[in-house]
């Protein structure tokens, strides 16, 4: 149940601060991920976690890493060297990793542009367990992690073609049943945007027929998903296939949502509006 109580949380830090040498790696894990779930951040018990963490990051499972960066990634903590031990510690049993754990590491590694060699690394070693399972990786996935490994390896300008090719026929089966929310849809017109295979008509087919549908108007990042949408369809190699009615109603979104925008999801939707 999300219930959220600043103060519980801020006495839990202080209590956990001065034992953090006693947590496991699942307890260092569980900490931090439960305050990155209620979007509470306290700087010195991340700080802490981290120093806690590296001297054993050997003992940690594959969950308990992919868990433990995307914590520090949702809160936009930086913490290089914990960043650089987790891909150490995950490349040897990446074979390990879930789907979820996979897009969980390479969506935070990603997000905070850590640039390690044991960082890019992780990118390869991700790409060929998921090619070597013929897919069976993806068919596990659930939508939102399809579009974040898809939307990662393109942030982090790591090229895998084959590698987008098969997220694009996972997508592709998966048809109107697809659902990966208003963000997961910009991750993936971005993703493909730019993509000439022919996987990439089906995926935008799809954008274009489910995109709408499944609009949040809650979404706190729903302007920027649109403007990804926005741009992507508008620059990218499948301008001539959009439909009028498409390009008119995401239009008219981004019209209604533009007092909530960033200067840089203004910046996407005036490129695609003088395309």
């Known amino acids: 149940m999300d219930h959220p109580h600043p103060m519980l949380f801020d006495e839990v830090a202080k209590a956990a601060i001065p034992i953090i040498d006693t947590f496991n790696s699942q307890d260092l894990a569980n900490t ?7 979007d509470h951040h306290h700087p010195m018990l991340f700080d802490e976690v981290a120093k806690a ?23 936009d903590h930086p913490h290089p060297m914990l960043f650089d031990e987790v891909a150490r510690a995950a490349i040897p049993i990446i074979d390990t990793f879930d789907s979820q754990s996979l897009a969980n590491l390479v969506s935070a590694i990603a997000k905070m542009q850590q640039d390690s060699e044991s960082c890019r690394a992780v990118y ?3 790409a060929d367990r998921i090619k070597k399972t013929d897919r069976h990786c993806l068919h ?5 992690s399809l579009s974040a ?10 090229v895998d073609d084959e590698l987008l090719e098969l997220i694009g026929i996972e997508v592709s089966c998966r048809g109107a049943e697809l659902s990966p929310g208003t963000q997961g849809w910009g ?26 549908k499944q609009v949040d108007n809650s979404d706190e990042r729903l302007l920027e998903s649109i403007a990804d949408v926005y741009n992507a369809v508008l620059v990218g190699e499948h301008f001539n296939d959009v439909p009028s ?15 909530q925008a960033r200067m840089e999801d203004v910046r996407d939707i005036l490129i695609g509006a003088t395309r």
């Open 245 to 259: 009615d498409f390009l008119t109603k995401v239009t008219e979104l981004a019209i209604e949502y533009s007092s």
């Open 124 to 126: 390869s070693v991700v």
């Open 149 to 158: 490994i898809a939307y990662a390896f393109l942030k982090a300008g790591h």
């Open 32 to 38: 931090v991920n439960a305050f990155a779930k209620m």
């Open 187 to 212: 991750n993936l017109a971005v993703a493909f945007k730019n993509c000439m295979s022919p996987v990439a008509d089906k995926v935008f087919e799809l954008l274009f027929r489910s995109f709408l």
């Open 53 to 75: 963490a590296i001297p054993i990051i050997g003992t940690f499972e594959s969950q308990h890493l992919a868990n433990t960066v995307n914590a520090f990634a949702k809160m």
């Open 140 to 144: 596990e996935a659930s939508d939102i």
